[in-house]
């Protein structure tokens, strides 16, 4: 980690009762093939919207842009403060970074369309937007990405400078995506330098004198 990175690690095992709940720190979901993916456990904490404003995850993307949500999220990460996003969104930042850089103009992150967490009432199956890597796109330059023409033309740029990267189909069915891009890096798990190693249990939860509580905005 970066020496002037602003953001705190934290191991989610060893949040308070209340995050825990909302965040399933590496419990296993169901996706919609049924394979079972295990949740992140090591998230960086936000403790307020003025960090998120300010917080350069890449040259051209900033905290905020992929943690914006709407009334669908949990009241806790949309109410109170500190929150709490997995360490794979740098990954994330950095392979739209790579986007920004090859279509040399603005991106735009749908609000609602980065990381939501496994509590969002569109968390119904294991999405990677829950893992904090994947992005729904709206916009690029002055092109709305809401036609089958300019989708295709976005999908054959992104799969030429990012091959491994998932885009869902165009189309209105279930795991598609007509009116905008969905691009992301699969259920990505970051554990960063510094976190501890795996115990043969989980940990106690933390006491109350541990961590911080829930606070206002």
């Given at each position: 980690?970066?020496?002037?990175?602003?953001?705190?690690?934290?191991?989610?095992?060893?949040?308070?009762?209340?995050?825990?709940?909302?965040?399933?720190?590496?419990?296993?979901?169901?996706?919609?093939?049924?394979?079972?993916?295990?949740?992140?456990?090591?998230?960086?904490?936000?403790?307020?919207?003025?960090?998120?404003?300010?917080?350069?995850?890449?040259?051209?993307?900033?905290?905020w842009e992929l943690i914006d949500v709407d009334v669908r999220e949990h009241v806790l990460l949309r109410t109170a403060w500190p929150r709490y996003v997995p360490c794979a969104v740098t990954l994330l930042a950095a392979h739209l970074e790579l986007l920004r850089a090859a279509v040399d103009t603005y991106v735009h992150v749908a609000a609602n369309g980065g990381y939501r967490s496994p509590r969002h009432a569109l968390a119904t199956h294991a999405s990677t937007h829950c893992w904090g890597t994947a992005a729904n796109l709206y916009r690029i330059g002055d092109d709305d990405l809401d036609d089958k023409a300019t989708i295709t033309r976005y999908h054959e740029t992104i799969t030429r400078v990012m091959p491994g990267v998932y885009l869902r189909p165009y189309g209105a069915g279930v795991g598609e995506a007509d009116d905008h891009i969905h691009l992301d890096l699969g259920f990505t798990v970051v554990v960063p330098h510094g976190a501890a190693g795996e115990a043969k249990e989980a940990p106690e939860p933390a006491s109350e004198t541990e961590t911080a509580g829930v606070g206002a905005p």
């Open positions: 980690m970066r020496i002037d990175f602003p953001l705190r690690m934290v191991d989610g095992l060893r949040l308070k009762e209340e995050y825990r709940e909302v965040l399933r720190p590496g419990e296993l979901v169901r996706g919609r093939d049924g394979r079972l993916r295990r949740l992140p456990r090591w998230f960086y904490e936000i403790p307020n919207w003025r960090v998120a404003l300010k917080t350069r995850l890449s040259p051209h993307f900033v905290l």
